[in-house]
C-alpha cells in the first residue's frame, strides 16, 4: 500500500478531506516534512533541509490562497550542530517569505528528520476535484528538478541541469500571479510530480494531458541525457510549482493550459493512450 492510499485511508477514518491542506474556521493548516536517509541528497546541507520543510509546507498553503500567519517545527537530530543547522535554515526561509517562526519541539535521533507545520488565513476553500470544461494551468517550468534527479552526480554538469540543483536545494516559490480564485475549481502544488496532480485530480472526470508544460531547454536536455523529456517533466516532484484547474477564459500571464478535464470515470491520457507515470510516492 503506498503512500497516497495509506493516507486517504487514515483520513477517511478521521472523516477529513483529502487535500494538500486542512480548513478550521476560516484558517488553512498544513505540516510537511522528510527524514535525512530519503531526502538529502550529496549537494545538500542541513540548513538546506530545514529551507525545504518549510518551502514545501508554504507551497500547500500558497496554492490555496492561503497567507501563511506562523510557522513552528520539529527537529530531530543526532547531535546539537545538526539541529542548530536544520533551525538556521528554517529561520532563514521564514525570513525570505516573510512568516513569523515560533519555534518548536527538538529531539535526539539517529538521523535528522524536520517537520514544519503552518497555518494562515484563507478567502475561499478550494480542494482537489476539478470541473469538467475546465484547463490545468502552470508555470511551464517543470523538469528542471527531474534532470537534476538524473544527473547530480555527474562530473559535468550542463546549466539546465544546475538550475535543477539549485531548485532542490532550496525552493524559491518564486510564482506567476494566479488566476482569481472564483475562475478555480481545484489546485495542487507539484511537489510530488505533474503526474501525481494529473492522477490525483482525476476523481469522477477523465484529464488529457495536451502538451509538455516544459520548457525547450528542458525537453533538449533530457534527449541529450538519454532520458525520455516525458519522465522528467511529469514524474519527477519537487518544484513546488502551482497546478491551477480553471475556467478556460482565466489564464493568466505566465501561466500555460497544458490539459483539459472532461466528462469520465478517473482517468489520466497522454496521446491516446492511459499515461503510465504516477509521480512521487512512499512505500511504492
Same mark, same amino acid.
Given at each position: 500500500?503506498?503512500?497516497?492510499?495509506l =493516507?486517504?485511508?487514515f483520513l477517511?477514518?478521521?472523516? %477529513?478531506e483529502?487535500? !494538500? +491542506?486542512?480548513?478550521?474556521?476560516?484558517?488553512? /493548516? &498544513?505540516?510537511?516534512?522528510?527524514a535525512?536517509?530519503?531526502?538529502?541528497?550529496?549537494?545538500h546541507?542541513y540548513?538546506?533541509?530545514?529551507?525545504?520543510?518549510?518551502?514545501?509546507?508554504?507551497s500547500?498553503?500558497?496554492?490555496?490562497?492561503?497567507?501563511?500567519?506562523?510557522?513552528?517545527?520539529?527537529?530531530?537530530?543526532?547531535?546539537?550542530?545538526?539541529?542548530?543547522?536544520?533551525?538556521?535554515?528554517?529561520?532563514?526561509?521564514?525570513a525570505h517569505?516573510?512568516?513569523?517562526? =515560533?519555534?518548536?519541539?527538538?529531539?535526539?535521533?539517529? %538521523?535528522?528528520?524536520? !517537520? +514544519?507545520?503552518?497555518?494562515?488565513?484563507?478567502? /475561499? &476553500?478550494?480542494?482537489?476535484?476539478?470541473?469538467?470544461?475546465?484547463?490545468?494551468?502552470?508555470?511551464?517550468?517543470?523538469?528542471?528538478?527531474?534532470?537534476?534527479?538524473?544527473?547530480?552526480?555527474e562530473?559535468?554538469?550542463?546549466?539546465?541541469?544546475?538550475?535543477?540543483?539549485?531548485?532542490?536545494?532550496?525552493?524559491?516559490?518564486?510564482?506567476?500571479?494566479?488566476?482569481?480564485p472564483d475562475?478555480?475549481?481545484?489546485?495542487?502544488?507539484?511537489?510530488?510530480?505533474?503526474?501525481d496532480?494529473?492522477?490525483?485530480?482525476?476523481?469522477?472526470?477523465?484529464?488529457?494531458?495536451?502538451?509538455?508544460?516544459?520548457?525547450?531547454?528542458?525537453?533538449?536536455?533530457?534527449?541529450?541525457?538519454?532520458v525520455?523529456?516525458?519522465?522528467?517533466?511529469?514524474?519527477?516532484?519537487?518544484?513546488?510549482?502551482?497546478?491551477?484547474?480553471?475556467?478556460?477564459?482565466?489564464?493568466?500571464?505566465?501561466?500555460?493550459?497544458?490539459?483539459?478535464?472532461?466528462?469520465?470515470?478517473?482517468?489520466?491520457?497522454?496521446?491516446?493512450?492511459?499515461?503510465?507515470y504516477?509521480?512521487?510516492?512512499?512505500?511504492?
Amino acid at each position: 500500500m503506498d503512500e497516497k492510499v495509506l =493516507l486517504r485511508l487514515f483520513l477517511k477514518e478521521l472523516g %477529513e478531506e483529502d487535500n !494538500d +491542506v486542512s480548513y478550521v474556521d476560516g484558517l488553512a /493548516v &498544513k505540516i510537511d516534512g522528510f527524514a535525512e536517509s530519503w531526502a538529502k541528497l550529496p549537494f545538500h546541507t542541513y540548513a538546506d533541509l530545514g529551507w525545504r520543510a518549510v518551502a514545501a509546507t508554504l507551497s500547500d498553503l500558497f496554492v490555496k490562497f492561503a497567507v501563511p500567519k506562523a510557522l513552528l517545527s520539529s527537529i530531530t537530530a543526532p547531535d546539537a550542530q545538526k539541529a542548530r543547522e536544520v533551525f538556521d535554515g528554517i529561520r532563514e526561509a521564514a525570513a525570505h517569505f516573510g512568516v513569523r517562526y =515560533l519555534g518548536g519541539d527538538l529531539n535526539q535521533g539517529r %538521523e535528522v528528520v524536520v !517537520d +514544519v507545520a503552518a497555518i494562515g488565513a484563507v478567502p /475561499v &476553500k478550494i480542494g482537489r476535484r476539478p470541473r469538467a470544461g475546465h484547463v490545468l494551468i502552470a508555470p511551464p517550468l517543470f523538469g528542471y528538478t527531474g534532470l537534476a534527479f538524473v544527473a547530480s552526480r555527474e562530473g559535468e554538469r550542463s546549466p539546465v541541469v544546475a538550475k535543477g540543483i539549485a531548485w532542490l536545494k532550496r525552493p524559491m516559490l518564486d510564482w506567476p500571479k494566479p488566476p482569481p480564485p472564483d475562475c478555480v475549481s481545484a489546485s495542487m502544488d507539484s511537489s510530488d510530480g505533474v503526474a501525481d496532480v494529473l492522477w490525483t485530480m482525476a476523481r469522477g472526470v477523465d484529464i488529457i494531458l495536451e502538451k509538455l508544460p516544459a520548457p525547450e531547454e528542458v525537453i533538449s536536455e533530457a534527449l541529450n541525457l538519454g532520458v525520455e523529456p516525458e519522465e522528467v517533466v511529469l514524474n519527477a516532484g519537487e518544484e513546488y510549482l502551482p497546478i491551477f484547474a480553471v475556467d478556460p477564459r482565466c489564464v493568466p500571464e505566465g501561466y500555460v493550459a497544458f490539459a483539459k478535464v472532461v466528462e469520465g470515470e478517473g482517468k489520466v491520457y497522454y496521446k491516446g493512450e492511459e499515461l503510465k507515470y504516477r509521480g512521487w510516492a512512499y512505500f511504492r
